[in-house]
């Protein structure tokens, strides 16, 4: 493990470009798991369950069946994450920008890979249509 | 991928301009992903990002993939704020105005048990 200095070192060798699209990639890891997975270390309990699945949306299977959606938004490609949807959707990537940290530094964001979008509609999971609307960040 | 809060998404009535917005959102900061040894530390994010269609309609249709999108090309921005506690870092980007995206859409989409291919 490593002290609290090498973390910090750490972190200012690093890009902002990268930041995002770590968070980007937690992001989208994290819904698409099961409540007991995403509990990390809990012990496993008994629920009632729907057979078919959980009503959490499906991802797209062709683009990783784990539920990370690892593809940026772009002409021609799929702009959901969610597979069985219909709806609004708004994608966008390659962002272009500027921030500063709270030390004062001017750090840029934005890579092909940083990139946002939303679904707003209906999805069928757990063998019913579903409402809701979601977040890829 | 994370639920939206009710009144976080704001899509005028002709569909053509959204407004997302969340406040502390609890993501993971992981600069090395996607490194086998990418470390992640917990983070809260916070942003608002708004999307406007321009003039440039687009659909894209993929009978294979079974998808089809039909709207327009659009302008993105974002402004964001994110804090790292554990290592005592922030971040807050200029505002919603110094940034663009180079490429963005917004639109209507069918796909999987919805999509019926275009004839």
């Not at chain 1, 021609?76 to 709806?87: C, D, M, N, V, W």
């Not at chain 1, 964001?109 to 063998?127: H, L, S």
Request: aromatic letters at 10%.
């Amino acid at each position: 493990m490593s002290s609290i200095d090498d973390v910090r070192s750490y972190y200012t060798r690093r890009s902002f470009l990268s930041t995002a699209l770590g968070i980007a990639a937690a992001g989208s890891a994290s819904l698409l798991l099961s409540d007991d997975i995403a509990a990390g270390n809990k012990p496993q309990q008994l629920k009632l369950r729907t057979y078919n699945g959980s009503t959490d949306p499906y991802p797209i299977p062709w683009l990783d069946k784990n539920g990370n959606h690892n593809q940026p938004a772009g002409p021609q490609l799929e702009p959901s994450h969610i597979y069985h949807f219909k709806g609004r959707v708004a994608r966008c990537a390659d962002f272009v920008g500027m921030g500063t940290d709270n030390r004062g530094n001017r750090i840029a964001f934005g890579t092909p890979t940083t990139d946002y979008g939303f679904m707003q509609g209906e999805y069928f999971a757990g063998r019913t249509p579903q409402t809701g609307a979601f977040t890829h960040i | 991928m994370v639920p939206v809060p009710k009144g976080g998404l704001i899509i005028s009535p002709d569909g053509l301009t959204a407004t997302l917005e969340m406040k502390n959102v609890a993501v993971v900061d992981q600069p090395k992903w996607p490194a086998l040894d990418a470390v992640g530390m917990p983070a809260i994010m916070s942003f608002r990002m708004i999307w406007k269609a321009t003039d440039e309609k687009i659909i894209y249709d993929d009978p294979q993939k079974q998808f089809r999108v039909e709207g327009y090309r659009a302008a993105a921005q974002i402004e964001a704020q994110v804090k790292v506690p554990s290592i005592g870092f922030s971040w807050k980007s200029d505002p919603l105005s110094a940034s663009q995206a180079n490429f963005a859409i917004i639109g209507d989409e069918v796909n999987g048990r919805y999509y019926n291919p275009m004839k």
